[in-house]
């Protein structure tokens, strides 16, 4: 095979029941230039047996011993050889013209690091959800504000440059979840982001994933969100686009938690949490208020089509306002 333009990284472990979707999905792309790194993160299914019989040479397998995500991920970029880099998920799916879509971007703008699209939610079947990942900067081209404020891009369907995870180091391997969402954050400072806003993958939405509500792993990923925040703030080089939304940035993150430990019934932990979110925050009435309104689309909206359709135009129409107010009163 020719070089790759693109290296698929996907990470497995014990995913047997839904490796190969996620795996053919990227070699059904209509762009063709690509190659598929499988690192088989300690898998005890017969993850193997399934890659042995796919007959085409773009694959590439390598088992290691159980070390987590990040690491199996640093394992993959690694060795791939392609100048762009795409993360999927074993339990995940992509479109068929994500690269197609994705790659020229990246082609035509060498300061463009990383390109991100949307991902709808689909059920252990396969069935779709209505629940979207991936949205907008909420900082216009300030993309480290931006990804502090909430972790905006969706990793199921973008495309980076290999460049940039070798300026920051890859993965940070003493993480056992929101890998991507720091090494976003540690990205940002070095190359552009850009959002394309379109449906380019698939996410499965299934219990025992690592953020599913019965995986043994939930508490600590979780917590991590807020560990990462707070790593970050604590510092002595935080630049000053980052400190302006400390405040917000440290609510958010509170508050994010407190609506993932309400969506699994632990609602002793998401009081404490709540507490910690008004705490962190400038105003506690409108905090109070975002936190409910974020639960309800959370919980309950943005699991029906008219949800996610009513949410969506609240959102454009604010920002139309925002974007027509002064300077002064934004």
Not at 48 to 65: E, H, I, K, N, P
Not at 220 to 243: M, Q
Request: proline share 4%; with cysteine.
């Amino acid at each position: 095979m020719s070089e790759p333009r693109v290296s698929v990284l996907v990470t497995t472990f014990n995913r047997a029941a839904y490796l190969l979707e996620a795996v053919n999905s990227a070699l059904n792309q209509t762009f063709r230039e690509l190659e598929v790194i499988i690192v088989d993160d300690g898998s005890t299914d017969n993850s193997a047996d399934l890659v042995r019989g796919l007959r085409d040479s773009r694959v590439r397998y390598l088992y290691q011993t159980h070390r987590g995500v990040s690491a199996a991920l640093n394992t993959a970029w690694r060795v791939a050889r392609g100048e762009f880099i795409g993360r999927l998920d074993s339990d995940d799916a992509w479109l068929p013209n994500l690269l197609e879509e994705l790659v020229p971007a990246l082609e035509a703008e060498p300061t463009l690091g990383l390109i991100y699209a949307r991902a709808q939610g689909m059920d252990e079947q396969g069935r779709p959800l209505s629940q979207i990942l991936g949205a907008p900067e909420k900082f216009p081209n300030q993309w480290l504000k931006s990804l502090l404020y909430g972790d905006c891009v969706c990793g199921v369907a973008c495309v980076f440059r290999r460049t940039c995870i070798e300026q920051v180091g890859g993965f940070d391997e003493s993480l056992i979840g929101n890998e991507d969402w720091d090494l976003w954050i540690r990205m940002a400072p070095v190359c552009r982001f850009a959002f394309c806003d379109e449906i380019l993958a698939r996410y499965r939405l299934h219990p025992f994933s690592l953020t599913g509500g019965r995986a043994a792993t939930y508490r600590r990923v979780v917590l991590g969100r807020v560990e990462l925040i707070e790593k970050y703030y604590a510092r002595a080089d935080v630049p000053p686009e980052a400190l302006e939304v400390k405040s917000l940035a440290r609510r958010n993150v509170y508050m994010d938690v407190t609506i993932r430990f309400l969506a699994v019934g632990q609602v002793r932990a998401a009081c404490n949490y709540f507490m910690h979110t008004l705490r962190a925050a400038p105003n506690l009435f409108s905090t109070a208020l975002r936190v409910l309104a974020v639960a309800l689309f959370d919980l309950y909206l943005s699991k029906t089509k008219w949800g996610v359709s009513l949410t969506n135009a609240l959102v454009a129409r604010q920002r139309q306002r925002r974007q027509r107010a002064p300077v002064g009163r934004r």
